[in-house]
């Protein structure tokens, strides 16, 4: 019926234990619900146990699902909302149409479609998975992207930290394009800044940098730094290094780390504000999603939320799922399910 019952969330299933978990989750709910699946929707990452564990599946349809859409869905199918909307998805990353990793994203969603409006400049993710538990590592890509191979030269904190051996065999990779995918998530700039900041290089748990860095900014630090906008054919492109750029002119100032990381999250909400006004006036839609793992933010979804109302939006975000993975399930099945209704693919 008009029911949708999503359950815990599992995390990523990288060990045996994990997929089993999976496994008897889904038998679970099949036993107490009493259901025998006609529709499957997963993952566009052709390498996720979830994925395989679909298409594995027999005598059912298939829908393939892009994550930051079903992110945009699941807020939207806990609203209530028809039609169309700009859904602004930040988190860690997901696999993008195009190959590369997405989780700076701008789009434009229905329930079956979606468009990428516009994104954060994609940086490459060296060494991948390491560079998320070790945010230092985007924190030092993130400076040579600004300013070429001389930034290590810079006299700050975060530079003289580095160990230069390392940095050269990640500087190789970077150059030679080995296990250095291009990202656009959000989530690894705010690591970026938290380890340029000297707040947390390395990390304990997912998100720690971005937490820690949450906690110590000043909510009530004015002014924004600099950022680019480029729009290329239909898609706007935030241009982040410039950001990166003045944080380091502060630091070399002095000043303190809670007002630079104040005005980071200023800065965040300052070019979202600006990138929903774009599309809104090439659009003509109104209605606005945040969703995504970043915005567990307490700060940036209040200081996001109060640009867009103050800009005339109409605001949606999660109250009864999570706006993490652990919600994103109910995207996928809502798109899936409309998808089946219009007999599209």
């Known amino acids: 019926g008009e029911y949708a019952f999503v359950s815990q969330h599992i995390g990523d299933l990288t060990n045996p234990d994990a997929l089993k978990a999976f496994e008897e989750g889904i038998e679970h709910f099949k036993k107490v619900f009493d259901i025998s699946p006609g529709i499957i929707a997963h993952d566009l990452h052709p390498d996720y146990l979830s ?58 969603c229905d329930y079956a479609y979606f468009t990428r409006a516009g994104h954060i400049r994609s940086i490459p993710l060296v060494s991948g998975e390491q560079a998320v538990r070790e945010p230092w590592r985007m924190a030092a890509v993130y400076l040579k992207m600004a300013y070429g191979e001389g930034f290590l030269d810079i006299p700050i904190p975060f530079t003289a930290s580095i160990e230069r051996p390392l940095w050269r065999l990640l500087n190789q990779s970077m150059d030679r394009n080995i296990n250095a995918p291009l990202s656009s998530s959000v989530g690894r700039l705010f690591d970026a800044v938290s380890a340029l900041l000297g707040i947390c290089g390395w990390i304990n748990y997912e998100g720690q940098a971005a937490v820690e860095l949450e906690y110590v900014a000043d909510p009530t630090a004015i002014g924004v730094y600099e950022y680019g906008l480029a729009q290329t054919g239909d898609v706007i492109t935030v241009d982040t ?31 979202s504000g600006r990138m929903c006004g774009m599309i809104r006036k090439n659009s003509g839609i109104n209605e606005v999603i945040l969703s995504g793992g970043v915005f567990q933010n307490r700060m940036l979804l209040e200081k996001m939320t109060g640009r867009l109302v103050g800009d005339g939006f109409k605001v949606y975000t999660h109250s009864r799922i999570p706006p993490n993975d652990g919600g994103i399930s109910l995207g996928q099945a809502v798109i899936a399910a409309e998808r089946s209704k219009r007999k599209c693919v």
């Not at 990166?244 to 007002?259: K, N």
């Open 241 to 271: 290094l410039p950001i990166i750029q003045d944080i380091v002119a502060e630091i070399r100032r002095g000043e303190d780390v809670s007002r630079i990381a104040g005005r980071f999250h200023n800065t965040v909400a300052d070019f």
């Open 51 to 108: 994925t395989r564990y679909g298409i594995e599946q027999t005598g059912v349809v298939y829908y393939g699902v892009q994550h930051h859409h079903a992110h945009c869905a699941a807020c939207m199918a806990e609203n209530g909302l028809i039609g169309k909307a700009i859904g602004v998805i930040f988190d860690g990353s997901g696999f993008g149409t195009d190959g590369t990793l997405w989780g700076g994203e701008f789009l434009v």
